[in-house]
Structure formats: C-alpha cells, structure tokens
C-alpha cells in the first residue's frame, strides 16, 4: 500500500490536533494562528492571533464535542495546505449540529500555522 501524501499526513495530524484542543482546552489554539491569520466565523470576520482567541474563547457553549465524517487536504501554492473537515458537533446539552470548516495551513519556520479559517454550521432552511 503507498504512503499517503506528505499534505495529507501533515492535514490529517492538524485537524486532529487543532479539535482535540478545541475539544479540551481552546485556550491552546491560540499557537495554531498567527497575528496575520483570518477567520471568518459564520460570516463575522476576524483577523489576527488576538481577534480570533477572542471570539473562540466568548463562544457560548461550556463544553463542546466535535466528530469528523470527512476531511480532504490538497497541495495549495506557496507550499500551503487547503483542508476540507465534514462533521458533528454536539455543544452542551444542545441536539447535535452538522459543521464545515476549511483550513489554510502554511509552515512557518518548521511549524505548521493556520492562515485561514472559515467555520460554517450546516443549517438549511428548506422553506
């Protein structure tokens, strides 16, 4: 069987870690951006290491649980990484929630960072 791509691998190991610590402790995100990293947060926007923790830390849940159905990573110019993550996620006592949520990841001095980050839930309005 051959070896998965190297995007891949190093996709795969971001996503599991960035949930795992989202999961347990967001505090910990904040290694994962940097002061020129973006997020848009169902359509709210944020820029910077700052910004961001700021508005991960205020979200209105005590405890969250997320589950991943699919994630899909490719080779991005600049030697960065796009990463497509499909999942569940179940806050407090709410009924569970399906999410998308795309990465851009970039290695800078040897570390792998997120750029950007877009978060939507997958909420439909079929009216």
Excluded at 49 to 74: C, G, N, V, Y
Excluded at 102 to 108: E, H, T
């Amino acid at each position: 069987m051959a070896e998965r791509p190297i995007w891949e691998q190093i996709g795969t190991s971001f996503i599991q870690l960035y949930y795992q610590q989202f999961d347990t402790n967001r505090e910990q995100l904040g290694a994962l951006y940097t002061d020129a990293s973006c997020l848009s947060w169902e359509g709210q926007q944020f820029q910077g290491k700052a910004s961001i923790m700021e508005k991960l830390m205020r979200l209105p849940f005590q405890k969250i649980q997320h589950s991943i159905t699919s994630q899909d990573h490719q080779p991005a110019p600049d030697n960065c990484i796009l990463s497509m993550v499909v999942g569940q996620l179940k806050v407090d006592d709410d009924p569970v929630m399906g999410f998308h949520q795309l990465f851009v990841l970039k290695n800078i001095n040897d570390k792998w960072i997120c750029s950007n980050d877009i978060f939507r839930l997958a909420l439909y309005n079929f009216a």
